[in-house]
């Protein structure tokens, strides 16, 4: 079995930033790609950033320019640099993990809520 368990969240006023970590543990053979979710009040979820094995990073529109995915391979782990963040940033944010351990399955996080005040 494998668990993801992220930290990180928190209150914090509109400019200010706050860094999130994802690590996985388990019966992990490798992990593929590596990806942050959001879900506001009333919305969808919603794709924040992705991550490939290599390191690769895309990132939805809305957070280009202030939000930064990196991972440690070694530690299983996943990161989300949150910069000038915004009022309309506050969600439950949620990481996930394409797995390989013997078959390929994704996993998910339980959420860490991000308030962001103005």
């Known amino acids: 079995q494998v668990q993801l368990v992220e930290s990180g969240g928190g209150l914090v006023q509109a400019g200010g930033s706050l860094r999130l970590s994802c690590a996985a543990s388990g019966s992990i053979f490798s992990i593929n790609a590596m990806a942050w979710y959001r879900q506001a009040p009333g919305k969808q979820r919603e794709l924040v950033a992705h991550?490939?094995?290599?390191?690769?990073?895309n990132y939805v529109d809305s957070v280009k320019g202030r939000f930064t995915a990196s991972r440690d391979n070694a530690k299983n782990t996943v990161y989300l640099q949150m910069n000038s963040l915004k009022p309309e940033d506050t969600a439950v944010y949620y990481c996930?993990?394409?797995?390989?351990?013997?078959?390929?399955?994704?996993?998910w996080g339980q959420g860490t809520q991000v308030t962001v005040s103005s």
């Open positions: 991550i490939t094995s290599a390191g690769r990073t």
């Open positions: 996930n993990a394409e797995v390989v351990a013997g078959y390929i399955h994704t996993y």
